[in-house]
């Protein structure tokens, strides 16, 4: 079947520390991979997104690299800020059915 | 445009009682899914709407069915409410080929 598996948390780093979010996947077709943030009492927005193996998704300083041989997209961030505090999703889509598999999610606290 | 929006924002049920959720997708989008993210989980996808028809279901009961309209708004419903049903419903619309956007969300209590 389809499913994501992403590190468990809390997460908790102090300002301008280096971030990773390990997440796995199995799938039975070829997905696109995802990453989404979610801040306290919002819904989901897209952090950023990779189509097919070895392309790199990127956004507000966070990357993440779509690698087929380890099904993996690991999330990595260089400098976290206080403001990267939020709950991180790992998910993959399916193309052609556009349904989404959310991993359970990895909360982040940056301290000052 | 206002993206997709839902209401209402918060809603408190009690056991046994039903609930409507609404959707509004944002601006040229024809495809409208739902998901229930319980507290401390990802968001685990309910149905999924295309043309005013199911096209797609996760593993949930015949107690939540859905509804989408000729203008692509659609509607949750859940009947006989269960504490368990308490969640944050999220809505998320897209089109052929593009991205699906996600709405604030319906934050359910059922007490």
């Known amino acids: 079947g389809n499913s994501v598996t992403q590190m468990e948390g809390p997460v908790t780093l102090s300002e301008e520390a280096f971030l990773t979010i390990n997440c796995t996947y199995t799938?039975?077709?070829?997905?696109?991979l995802f990453w989404y943030v979610q801040y306290p009492g919002e819904g989901l927005q897209l952090l950023l997104k990779?189509?097919?193996?070895?392309d790199k998704g990127s956004n507000k300083g966070f990357e993440a690299t779509y690698r087929k041989e380890t099904t993996s997209f690991h999330l990595e961030k260089g400098s976290v800020q206080v403001s990267d505090s939020a709950v991180y999703f790992c998910?993959?889509?399916?193309?052609?059915?556009?349904?989404?598999?959310f991993g359970s999610g990895t909360k982040l606290n940056v301290k000052p | 445009d206002a993206g997709v929006t839902q209401s209402p924002t918060h809603l408190i049920k009690t056991r046994g009682q039903q609930v409507t959720l609404r959707c509004s997708p944002k601006s040229g989008h024809d495809t409208v899914s739902w998901y229930q993210q319980a507290l401390g989980q990802g968001p685990q996808f309910i149905f999924q709407y295309y043309e005013e028809e199911e096209r797609q279901r996760g593993n949930f009961p015949d107690r939540f069915s859905g509804h989408q309209f000729p203008n692509y708004s659609s509607e949750l419903n859940v009947n006989a409410l269960l504490l368990g049903d308490s969640a944050l419903y999220l809505c998320?619309?897209?089109?052929?080929?593009?991205?699906?956007?996600f709405g604030p969300g319906t934050r359910l209590t059922v007490t």
């Open positions: 998910a993959l889509m399916i193309y052609n059915f556009n349904k989404f598999y």
């Open positions: 799938a039975t077709g070829y997905p696109s």
């Open positions: 990779a189509t097919k193996a070895d």
């Open positions: 998320a619309s897209s089109s052929v080929m593009n991205e699906q956007y």
